[in-house]
């Protein structure tokens, strides 16, 4: 079944280690994005990608770096993890412009990271 | 920039009833789509329901519906016939169409967690 998996899906490390979140998905969508989400609180935009090699920044500033080197990989990246990147990430994706179901987002079930 | 309002953090209800869930949103835009997601504990979110500013008729989904005032920029959600499995964080969503580069960048209200109780 297609859907779009993130890895690990909880994390607690050290403060200064460097983590990538994975997210694959298998629906040949061309958009992916990241999501950042504290607890009880709205969902804010980090990254996003419109197709290989292509990647933006989102509305909510962050020290992560994301890649899209193949269509159905977005990887996110924190070189040196602190305490204030703690939140949950969820990775999404949807279909490009004029397809059905172009506006709609298929979401991952999220990376909750803790860092000590 | 658009913003989206959930004035209901937490919300509950007897199973079987029926709930709904209030959104308002700030937008010049006449164009756009508006979304329910519902995020189950622990668990993926996904949609519910969606909605194009353009159409006048409100968009149903079995239980769920939406009553669209887009004078009054209100988009709520109605959930008939509660059930348990409906016990989840809900949000109000805003996509603004981008027509060089497809629609994208949902901005997401502050979610209301709903309970059901048995």
């Known amino acids: 079944e297609a859907d779009i998996y993130q890895t690990p899906r909880y994390l607690v490390i050290g403060t200064g280690k460097k983590i990538t979140l994975e997210c694959s998905q298998t629906?040949?969508?061309?958009?992916m994005y990241w999501y950042q989400q504290d607890p009880g609180m709205e969902l804010h935009l980090i990254h996003y990608s419109y197709g290989v090699n292509s990647t933006e920044k989102g509305d909510l500033s962050s020290e992560s770096t994301v890649s899209r080197i193949r269509t159905e990989h977005f990887p996110l990246t924190l070189e040196s993890a602190r305490p204030s990147h703690t939140s949950q990430y969820l990775c999404?994706?949807?279909?490009?412009?004029?397809?059905?179901?172009?506006?709609?987002?298929?979401f991952g079930a999220g990376s909750r990271l803790t860092v000590l | 920039a658009q913003t989206v309002t959930q004035s209901q953090p937490e919300m509950s209800v007897q199973e079987a009833e029926t709930v709904t869930l209030s959104c308002t949103y700030d937008?010049?835009?006449?164009?756009?789509?508006l979304f329910w997601y519902k995020q189950p504990p622990s668990r993926q979110m996904i949609l519910v329901i969606r909605?194009?500013?353009?159409?006048?008729q409100n968009a149903t989904e079995n239980r769920f519906s939406v009553n669209f005032q887009k004078a009054a920029k209100s988009f709520s959600l109605k959930i008939s016939d509660s059930q348990l499995g409906d016990t989840a964080m809900y949000f109000c969503a805003f996509m603004k169409p981008r027509p060089n580069f497809g629609n994208e960048k949902l901005t997401f209200g502050t979610g209301t967690r709903l309970t059901i109780i048995p």
């Open positions: 909605q194009e500013a353009y159409k006048q």
């Open positions: 999404a994706s949807s279909q490009a412009q004029g397809a059905q179901g172009a506006n709609v987002l298929t």
């Open positions: 629906m040949g969508h061309d958009k």
């Open positions: 937008t010049s835009e006449n164009n756009y789509y």
